[in-house]
């Protein structure tokens, strides 16, 4: 089973959007494929829930290791694909984690998956925090996607200082342009210097669409809606670049 995630301490730049995407794709390729929506605000339970009434679980059943997690894991309707759904408890999950005893809780939870699981995906919310540092331990590999702003630029180095201080194996993580809008200059100056602002980035750049907007209304990933659009395109480039890395 491999593990990885898509972690920004940035908001809004597009790590839901990825995570679903890749989730679906993996799981067409025929790799069984769990996506865990660790955001309290549950935008990936909410894409992949179609029209089933998920209510995710309380998180304190897990930690009391009342209730294992499969328990929590629900059937999308794409076949190899499951998710586990958000709970607003989750908005605790930094503080659990600090009283725990454990230093990697999520990685715990996730090992009696093993067996029926080929891949870990994790939708984490925007924060540099417990949750964060223990995410990035658990995971083989870590996607950031980043929008070519000076902003999300300096986010970027941020997390890798983060990563480093931590001890937490900085060559893990994988930075990519992501809402990338080449009618703003700017984002044209740094993504045409890309080799100097992200020399270990991705070469896969997702560009800035409407038809992944359109995700939330029509609750279904990029390739399903427009599977001729340039999007779609540019996940299945994404999901092709993130196959070769985690082998
Ligand atoms: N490539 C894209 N093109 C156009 N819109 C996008 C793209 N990617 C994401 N969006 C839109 O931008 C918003 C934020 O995207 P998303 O939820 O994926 O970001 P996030 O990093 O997960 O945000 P948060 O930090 O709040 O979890 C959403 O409204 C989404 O529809
Ligand atoms: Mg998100």
Redesign the pocket.
């Known amino acids: 089973m491999r593990t990885i995630a ?1 972690y ?1 301490l ?11 995407n890749i989730a679906y794709l993996a799981s067409q390729a025929g790799v069984s494929t769990l996506l865990w929506d660790l ?1 309290p ?1 549950g ?2 339970s909410w894409y992949l829930a179609g029209t089933e009434d998920v209510s995710g679980h309380k998180l304190s059943a897990l930690i009391k290791g009342k209730s294992p997690i499969a328990e929590f894991i629900h059937q999308s309707e794409y076949p190899n694909l499951e998710f586990i759904p958000s709970h607003t408890s989750f908005r605790n999950l930094d503080v659990r984690l600090e009283q725990s005893d454990s230093n990697n809780l999520i990685k715990e939870w996730l090992a009696p998956l093993s067996e029926d699981t080929s891949l870990v995906i994790l ?4 924060s540099l925090s417990r949750l964060s540092e223990q995410v990035l331990k658990a995971s083989d590999a870590t996607f950031v ?1 980043v929008i070519p702003t000076w902003l999300s630029l300096n986010s970027w180095n941020q997390l890798q200082a983060f990563a480093t201080d931590k001890k937490l194996k900085p060559s893990r993580l994988h930075p990519f342009y ?3 809008d080449r009618r703003k200059s700017l984002h044209r100056e740094l993504i045409d210097a890309r080799e100097k602002h992200l020399p270990s980035g991705l070469r896969t750049i ?11 209304e029509k609750g279904a990933p990029v390739e399903r809606l427009a599977p001729a659009s340039i ?1 779609a395109d ?1 996940y299945r480039r994404l999901w092709q670049e993130i196959r070769g890395i985690i082998g």
């Open positions: 898509f920004s940035k908001g809004g730049v597009g790590k839901t959007a990825a995570a679903v955001d605000q935008a990936s939708d984490c919310p925007p996607p992501s809402l990338a997702i560009p800035n669409a409407s038809v992944v907007e359109k995700m939330g999007a540019a």
